[in-house]
C-alpha cells in the first residue's frame, strides 16, 4: 500500500517562501508517484493557491475559517487526529515548526511519523516565543528534524539532546528559463519578502538613501506586502526617495521583474535558507546580501557572483552597493558565475534526499 504523506501548513495558499518550497517538494514526489500526497492547512485564506499545487496532490483544511490563537489549541489537535486518522496519512511534514505542538501531541495516538522542518534557524523564534518548547519537543519526541543548512543542523546538535536524527536538506533551486539573458543596461535594484522586521526593510530605506541620490538613473522596487508597510513609507517620505524606491506590493509575475533587475538585494536580519536569494540565482541575478547566520553564504560565493556583508552593516552594504552599480564589468561577471556550485541546489538531488529520510524512519 502506497505510503500517505502529509505536508502540513498554517495557510498553504500564502505567497511565502515557506509555502513555495513546499510546495515544490510536495509537487516533485507527487509527480514521482511513489507515495500518496497531500496538503494539510490550519485554514485557507485565498480562493487559490499563490503557488500551482499539482492536481494529483489533495488539500484538506482543519478550520472552514480563519482560525488563530493558543486558545483552540485542544479543538485543532482533535480535528487534526481525526483527520489523519481518516485520511490514513502515515508521515505529517510540518511545513513549519511551529505546528509540531499540533502534530506531537497526536504522534502516539494515531501512529503518525512526525518531520520537523524548521525554515527559520535554530537561533530565532519570530513571533511566537513558545518556538524554543516546540524544538525541544521535537527533539525529544519527533521522528526526524528537516533543517535547510548544515550551519543550522549544527546549531541543533549543539543544542539539544536528541532522539531523533538532524538530517539537513537545502531548498531546491527552481530552473529558470534557459533563454533568459542578463540585461546588463538594467539600472533596476530588486528585494522581495514580506514587510516585516525580520526582512530588514528598513535597513534597505537607510541603504538607498546612501546610494541612489548619487546615482539618479537606478531605482529600487519592494516586492512583497506586510504589516511594515506603514512604516517603510513614512521611512521612504522622510528620505525624500519617493518614486525612487517603490513598495510594489504582492506582484504576480515574479519572473518578469527578475527579468529586468540588474542587482538583487537582501537585507535580512535572520534567515534559514531564503528563496528568494535561490531564485535570483536561478535568473543570473548579481546578489548582495547581509550574511546572516544560516542562509546567504550558502547560496552566495563572496566576491565571485555576489557580495556578502557583515549582518546589518547598513554602511558597509552601501559601499559594495554603489561599487556593483558603478561596474557594468563586475555586474556582468558575477552574472555569469551566478551558477557556480548550484548542483547542490538540484531539485532532483533534493527529493532524493527527502525519499531517503521516508525511508529512514520507516515510511
Not at 550551519?151 to 531548498?171: F, T
Not at 533596476?188 to 534597505?204: E, P
Not at 506586510?226 to 513614512?234: Q, T
Not at 546572516?292 to 546589518?312: F, H, K, Q, R
Amino acid at each position: 500500500m502506497t505510503a500517505h504523506v502529509a505536508f502540513f501548513s498554517g495557510d498553504i495558499t500564502r505567497s511565502g517562501g515557506t509555502e513555495n518550497v513546499g510546495v515544490m517538494i510536495a509537487n516533485a514526489l507527487a509527480a514521482a508517484g511513489d507515495y500518496r500526497i497531500s496538503f494539510i492547512s490550519l485554514f485557507e485564506e485565498a480562493d487559490k493557491p499563490f503557488f500551482e499545487i499539482d492536481g494529483r496532490i489533495d488539500r484538506f483544511t482543519l478550520y472552514p475559517v480563519p482560525t488563530h490563537g493558543i486558545q483552540h489549541y485542544f479543538d485543532t489537535c482533535k480535528r487534526l487526529k481525526r483527520l489523519v486518522g481518516e485520511q490514513r496519512i502515515d508521515v505529517l511534514v510540518d511545513i513549519d515548526g511551529i505546528l509540531d505542538m499540533y502534530s506531537l501531541a497526536i504522534r502516539r495516538a494515531t501512529g503518525v511519523k512526525v518531520v520537523s522542518w524548521e525554515h527559520f534557524n535554530y537561533l530565532q523564534n519570530p513571533g511566537v516565543p513558545y518556538r524554543k518548547l516546540t524544538r525541544r519537543w521535537a527533539a525529544h519526541s519527533a521522528d526526524a528534524i528537516v533543517t535547510l543548512t548544515d550551519a543550522d543542523k549544527k546549531l541543533y546538535e549543539r543544542h539539544l539532546k536528541l532522539h531523533c536524527p538532524v538530517v539537513a536538506i537545502h531548498n531546491p533551486m527552481a530552473v529558470a528559463d534557459s533563454g533568459q539573458v542578463y540585461d546588463d543596461g538594467s539600472k533596476l535594484i530588486i528585494s522581495s519578502g514580506r514587510l516585516t522586521a525580520q526582512k530588514g526593510f528598513d535597513m534597505a530605506v537607510d541603504v538607498a538613501a546612501k546610494v541612489l541620490p548619487s546615482h539618479p538613473d537606478w531605482c529600487w522596487s519592494i516586492l512583497g506586502e506586510g504589516e511594515d508597510r506603514p512604516m517603510l513609507e513614512r521611512k521612504i517620505a522622510d528620505a525624500k526617495l519617493d518614486g525612487r524606491l517603490v513598495l510594489e506590493g504582492r506582484v504576480n509575475d515574479m519572473g518578469e521583474w527578475y527579468r529586468k533587475a540588474a542587482v538583487f538585494v537582501l537585507t535580512s536580519r535572520f534567515e534559514g535558507l531564503p528563496m528568494v536569494l535561490l531564485e535570483a540565482k536561478a535568473r543570473k541575478l548579481p546578489i548582495v546580501s547581509f550574511d546572516c547566520l544560516t542562509g546567504p553564504s550558502d547560496v552566495v560565493d563572496d566576491g565571485e557572483n555576489g557580495d556578502l556583508v557583515a549582518e546589518g552593516d547598513v554602511d558597509g552594504m552601501a559601499a559594495k552597493l554603489a561599487a556593483l552599480m558603478e561596474d557594468d564589468e563586475r555586474r556582468q561577471r558575477y552574472s555569469d558565475r551566478a551558477l557556480q556550485h548550484a548542483e547542490r541546489f538540484d531539485k532532483e538531488y533534493i527529493v532524493r534526499q527527502w525519499k531517503a529520510l521516508f525511508a529512514e524512519i520507516g515510511e
